[in-house]
């Protein structure tokens, strides 16, 4: 019956994220003994300071619909978070709260990109980017980085993307699914492009801000040249271990926001009012209450980074942010293995979730087809043996 869907929804791809995490469930309930390494969920619980907000929330009987917009006293929260960690200004009007960073980047799509124009995306890029564009009719432009530039994209690459039908740049720092942060000094080189091109918008992803080893987080919106032109994306989701509360926000110009509130009036309505009270002790809590987390986070990149290393055909780079590794494979493309011929980075994650019981994601899915995603936000002893079964089967 998909000739009754619409061409929109046939056209749309599944994403390979949840896909895995699908295949990789059917032979866990079967008898495998599958260690998943292929969603970017933390394995923590949110602390229980932002736990007893919401059990506030829920007994100070906050039953109603919310404003479609967010609260006001969260978007003050925000504004308040967006000041202190990210020396950005911003006023009510410019904020919008939606359910989860992914529906305020479907927003975004919908009330910026018109048929035909061109969206410039740095690969590998998050898997839900290429689709959104696409979905709003708009054109992905991959620029294809490399392990070589710790996956950046460079000015001159930038600019040679560029053509009179861009009209946004979305990327994410740090990075899903390569971890790379871009520093100050490598952001103001993209500024200094997107400045000869006043039409152009920016769309920042900052979900994982705080799942930083660089030692600060930088906002790309902080350059007074392009802050009316950028809309900052970010949520609670990694850093705050809330992926099921579905909470994101955005900072952005007023009327990009109005447009992006009416939108989701038409669509959602308001984000779930007990989650955004508990947002509100988040947004206002020091980032050093969650350092925890981020401090076994690193601990986990260096210990997977050196067990991967021991395995001849992996090359990785150092990533300094969020909870994946992002190795190159493509030394294994086109070789016989176990008597299955490996012809993609998607031939090789499936050996490995059949071969080795290790779920992990293609790079295909971030737009680079030379790689494989791991995420690290399971334990360490989860870890060492999802590796050690992925040295086995690959000696």
């Known amino acids: 019956m998909n000739d009754q869907l619409t061409n929109?929804?046939?056209?749309?791809a599944t994403s390979q994220t949840l896909a895995m995490a699908v295949?990789?469930?059917e032979l866990r309930e079967s008898g495998k003994d599958i260690i998943g390494l292929s969603l970017g969920e933390p394995d923590f619980n949110p602390p229980q300071f932002i736990k007893d907000a919401a059990i506030e929330a829920i007994n100070g009987d906050f039953n109603s619909y919310t404003p479609v917009d967010g609260y006001a006293d969260l978007k003050d929260a925000i504004i308040t978070k967006f000041k202190r960690d990210n020396n950005l200004t911003y006023e009510r009007s410019q904020i919008v709260v939606s359910t989860g960073a992914k529906q305020a980047l479907a927003n975004i799509a919908s009330v910026l990109v018109n048929p035909g124009d061109e969206v410039i995306l740095p690969c590998p890029y998050w898997v839900s980017y290429s689709d959104i564009v696409g979905f709003n009719e708009g054109v992905p432009v991959e620029v294809k980085t490399s392990i070589a530039t710790d996956f950046k994209m460079t000015p001159a690459q930038l600019e040679a993307a560029i053509t009179p039908k861009t009209k946004m740049l979305w990327f994410s720092s740090p990075c899903n699914?390569?971890?790379s942060v871009y520093s100050s000094e490598e952001l103001k080189g993209l500024v200094e492009v997107l400045k000869k091109h006043p039409n152009i918008y920016v769309v920042s992803d900052e979900i994982y801000e705080h799942i930083n080893f660089a030692g600060g987080h930088h906002s790309?919106?902080?350059f007074e040249a392009i802050y009316d032109r950028t809309i900052t994306v970010n949520g609670v989701s990694k850093a705050f271990a809330m992926t099921g509360w579905r909470i994101g926000f955005i900072g952005a110009p007023t009327w990009i926001a109005k447009a992006c509130t009416k939108m989701q009036g038409q669509v959602t309505s308001g984000a779930n009012s007990i989650a955004q009270r508990a947002v509100i002790a988040a947004m206002e809590a020091s980032p050093s209450k969650i350092k925890f987390m981020i401090d076994e986070f690193k601990t986990?990149?260096?210990?997977?980074?050196s067990k991967l290393n021991e395995i001849e055909g992996f090359k990785t780079n150092v990533p300094e942010g969020a909870f994946?590794?992002?190795?190159?494979?493509?030394?294994?493309?086109?070789?016989?293995?176990?008597?299955?011929v490996i012809n993609s980075a998607s031939d090789f994650s499936m050996f490995l979730l059949e071969e080795a019981n290790v779920a992990t994601v293609t790079?295909?899915?971030f737009g680079n087809p030379d790689c494989i995603r791991i995420s690290y936000a399971a334990s360490q002893d989860q870890l060492v043996e999802a590796i050690s079964r992925i040295k086995a089967v690959l000696s």
């Open 8 to 12: 929109r929804i046939n056209n749309l």
């Open 23 to 25: 295949k990789a469930r």
């Open 177 to 179: 699914p390569s971890g």
């Open 220 to 222: 790309i919106a902080q």
């Open 300 to 305: 986990r990149r260096d210990l997977i980074l």
């Open 324 to 340: 994946y590794v992002f190795p190159d494979i493509s030394s294994y493309i086109g070789k016989t293995i176990k008597g299955r």
């Open 363 to 365: 790079g295909d899915a």
